[in-house]
T-cell receptor, first 112, second 114 residues
C-alpha cells in the first residue's frame, strides 16, 4: 500500500530563515504526492502536488517541494519563513484506490 | 472562489444518538470524500463517491453510512454514536476521481459525543 512518513513531529525556525518539513514515501508505481497545510480550527488547504515532470514543484504561499526518487523523499521547503506559516503540515499520497493517505503531520512554529 | 461547504460546523450529541453531516462540493466537482480526524491525529479516509455512486471505502464503521445526491452534495449519517466518534469530520471534493486530481477540503464539522 502507498504510504508517507513525516519523521518530525515539530519543526521550529526563526522568521526569515529557510524551512524544511520532511516527508518520505513508500509507493508501488508512480507516486502522486501532495502537501496540505492545516491552520487551527480550519480545513486542510492544498499547497502543491507532484505528478510527473520537474522534480522541483512550486506551490502556494511561496512553498516548494523537491521530489527525490533515489531518496524516496518529498520535502517541503520555503526560502524565508514567516510567522504566519506556523501551522500543521501534512504530506499525503494518493492510494491505489485514489483516496488520500496522510502522514502524521508536522507542526511548524516560526518564531519572530 | 467557491469552496467546499460543510454543515453544521459544530455538533454535540449524546451516546447512542444519530447525527447527519452535510457536504456541498465545489461547483462542477463530481467526487466527494469523507475523512475523520481524531484529536492530534492525521485524517483517515472513510468513504468516497463519484457521480453519485460509492467509489471507495476506507475505515468507515458499519454504524455510518453516506450517499451522494443528484446535486452532488453528500451526507454522512452516523448512528449509535460512541464517545470515540468525537472528531473533526472533513469533506473534500475533486473534479474527477483519478489520482492526479487534488482534493479540496471543507472547514470540517467538529462532532462531540458526550
Amino acid at each position: 500500500a502507498q504510504s508517507v512518513a513525516q519523521p518530525e513531529d515539530q519543526v521550529n525556525v526563526a522568521e526569515g530563515n529557510p524551512l524544511t518539513v520532511k516527508c518520505t514515501y513508500s509507493v508501488s508505481g508512480n507516486p502522486y504526492l501532495f502537501w496540505y497545510v492545516q491552520y487551527p480550527n480550519r480545513g486542510l488547504q492544498f499547497l502543491l502536488k507532484y505528478i510527473t515532470g520537474d522534480n522541483l514543484v512550486k506551490g502556494s504561499y511561496g512553498f516548494e517541494a523537491e521530489f527525490n526518487k533515489s531518496q524516496t523523499s518529498f520535502h517541503l521547503k520555503k526560502p524565508s519563513a514567516l510567522v504566519s506559516d506556523s501551522a500543521l503540515y501534512f504530506c499525503a499520497v494518493r492510494d491505489n484506490n485514489n483516496d488520500m493517505r496522510f502522514g502524521a503531520g508536522t507542526r511548524l512554529t516560526v518564531k519572530p | 472562489a467557491a469552496g467546499v461547504i460543510q454543515s453544521p460546523r459544530h455538533l454535540i450529541k449524546e451516546k447512542r444518538e444519530t447525527a447527519t453531516l452535510k457536504c456541498y462540493p465545489i461547483p462542477r466537482h463530481d467526487t466527494v470524500y469523507w475523512y475523520q480526524q481524531g484529536p492530534g491525529q492525521d485524517p483517515q479516509f472513510l468513504i468516497s463517491f463519484y457521480e453519485k455512486m460509492q467509489s471507495d471505502k476506507g475505515s468507515i464503521p458499519d454504524r455510518f453510512s453516506a450517499q451522494q445526491f443528484s446535486d452532488y452534495h453528500s451526507e454522512l449519517n452516523m448512528s449509535s454514536l460512541e464517545l470515540g466518534d468525537s472528531a473533526l469530520y472533513f469533506c473534500a471534493s475533486s473534479l474527477g476521481r483519478d489520482a492526479p486530481y487534488e482534493q479540496y477540503f471543507g472547514p470540517g464539522t467538529r462532532l462531540t459525543v458526550t
